[in-house]
């Protein structure tokens, strides 16, 4: 049955704080407490049941009926009302996409849409990714100090993603400006003032999925899964409406970089942090594919994600209202003993590394994890091979502060040039 929990756990939920302290140092330690003594709590300061135990996450992402996805992309911080304002001023009308639409529409749309994912399509892809990466190592090989997040890992997943949506590359700059005020102003604490700022380039991003829309859709046969899209939104406008077309435009351009550009710095700094590991995965790049998993569970980009309930549920011993948000934090599903053997022990030879929830689970997981997982993979393969004596240089690491999104915005490295493998054996 139910336990009145103990003071010292009440306390530590009542101070849970998503934003500051320890959730931003380290999500996994920060609930801890949690997965030992109270897995389900509530969060007074956030307005959300935490959710932190393997189990119960993974049988929160199986129904998504009773947990609904609804609150996926909804403002964590409420806008202010001026913030509102500027945000109607521009039209700005964020809608269901994909990832929180509830079924029956949900599945019928991706099974509409599920083409450019299946591995046949992924395969032609290879290549491209591969030549991009070239062109970027090419580039700093013989500097001996680089950031590789500015010289790589931000780019290379922004083309590949616009590459793959069939989105036109021309204002990389503006796109990255826009991605950040998208996450702060969806898994974000602006304060009243930045609110104000976020609001005008998320109301400026939204006119210009628009304009990227319009321009799409005068090459009627164009090649990449939003030109797809929007061929499917003609055929079938009840599957595939309007506002989805516009709304996703938006989401996706975020969603298919951003998430592998953390998870790749995150890569980059926890296999450099490990010595023996990197230096295993040199000598032996069939290591790669689950090596890979390894850093998606050890240290995953999307650290939690949020459901709602429809109607009373349970969830392990606590009983949840309708309505109930939830924020389900797979970096400490990630880190259950319950379910990893030593969690805290970062190891690439798990054999079931692979179960990690980084993706998700269940009817909405991840459509696009192949291409992530593709790229993440060709990044190790070209730099373990063309530079085994890289290593992390001194440095703190920032973060940008938000619930779900988690990842260095900088991973400097050093080498010495004149021992890369390529001066040495001619
Ligand atoms: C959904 C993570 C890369 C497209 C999701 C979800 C997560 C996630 C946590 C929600 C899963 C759920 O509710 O069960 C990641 C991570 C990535 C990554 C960690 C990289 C390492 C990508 C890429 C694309 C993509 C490259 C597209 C090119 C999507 C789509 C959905 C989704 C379309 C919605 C699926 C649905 O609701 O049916 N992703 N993602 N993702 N992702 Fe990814």
Sequence with gaps: GAQVPACPL?????????????YQLDPAEALRWSRDQLPVFFSPKLGYWIVSRYEDIKSVFRDNILFSPRNVLEKITP????????????????????????????????????????PEHLETKQEMIRRLTREKVDAFIDRGRVDLVDAMLYEVPLNVALHFLGVPEDDIQ????????????????????????????????????????????????????MHETIRKNVEMPEIVPDSYVHSMMMAIIVAAHETTSLASANMFKTLLGHRQAWEDICADPSLIPNAVEECLRYAG????????????????????????????????ANRDPRHFEEPDRFDIYRD????????????????????????MRIFLEEISRRLPHLRLAEQEFAYMVNTSFRGPEHVWVEWDPDLNPERTRP
């Design 79 to 118: 806008a202010t009302p001026e913030a509102m304002e500027v945000l109607k001023g521009y039209g700005y009308a964020m809608n269901r996409t994909m990832v929180n639409e509830d079924e029956p529409v949900h599945m019928e749309r991706r099974r509409a849409l599920m083409d450019h994912f299946l």
């Design 10 to 22: 009440a306390q530590k939920a009542a101070e849970f704080d998503a934003f500051s302290g320890p």
């Design 301 to 332: 980009s999307i650290v939690a994600w949020r459901r709602q309930t429809t109607a009373p549920a349970r969830l392990g011993d606590v009983d949840l209202p309708e309505g109930a948000k939830l924020l389900i934090v797979q970096a400490s």
């Design 352 to 375: 079931n590394a692979v179960d990690h929830m980084t993706f998700g689970y269940g009817a909405h997981q991840c459509m696009g994890k192949n291409i992530g997982r593709m790229e």
């Design 174 to 225: 503006v796109l990255r400006n826009f991605s950040v005020a998208h996450s702060i102003n969806t898994w974000g604490k602006p304060t009243d003032a930045q609110q104000l700022a976020i609001a005008h380039d998320v109301g400026r991003f939204w006119q210009y999925a628009g304009k990227i829309i319009e321009k799409m859709k005068r090459e009627p046969n164009g090649t990449g899964w």
